[in-house]
């Protein structure tokens, strides 16, 4: 059998209450800080996320370019032995939109017409899907290294994405470099 026994509070006088004055305050105070830090982390974190999703979607759309100039070149091989895909011209984002040209025979392009079409066609196509974009090519015997260029947003200068894919001779003597997607195409 259990006996009762009432508990009693211990009761404080006022002398020992005052050592607490402002303390509660004091932990509301540095939660908040902290908090605050946590929240100011966590947008930061989207904010990354959200450049970095860009990016991959820039470099998905010059892979699909990449891909439709390479289809392009396989379906006019002689347009490409003779080196008429060939860009190797130095990367510029102000560069404005090219007129298409025609063929001098409306009813029968030659291999180099189509070429150049190809070319303009994928230079307004780029100009249009990326900020800044342009490309270069270069044909290496039977294969052709292609690389799309385009400006990242100025908040990615501080993600370092780096040029480590860019063709030496197209970049240089840039002060803002742009982003490369580099492809290499077998004919």
Known sequence: MSVYR?????????????????ASLLEVLIAILIMSFGIAGVALLMAATIQYNKTAQYQMVGLQIATQLAESM???????????????????????ALTLPSCANTSACTSIEIATIDKAQVANTLRLALPGGDFNLQRNGNRADIWIMWMEPKTAASMSMGTANCRAAAISGLGDPPRCFYMRAAL
């Open 6 to 22: 009432p508990i009693y509070l211990k009761t404080i006088s006022r002398s020992q209450r005052t050592h607490q004055t402002g």
């Open 74 to 96: 396989r379906a006019n091989t002689d347009g490409f032995m003779a080196d008429a895909y060939a860009k190797t011209d130095t990367y510029s984002s102000t560069v404005a």
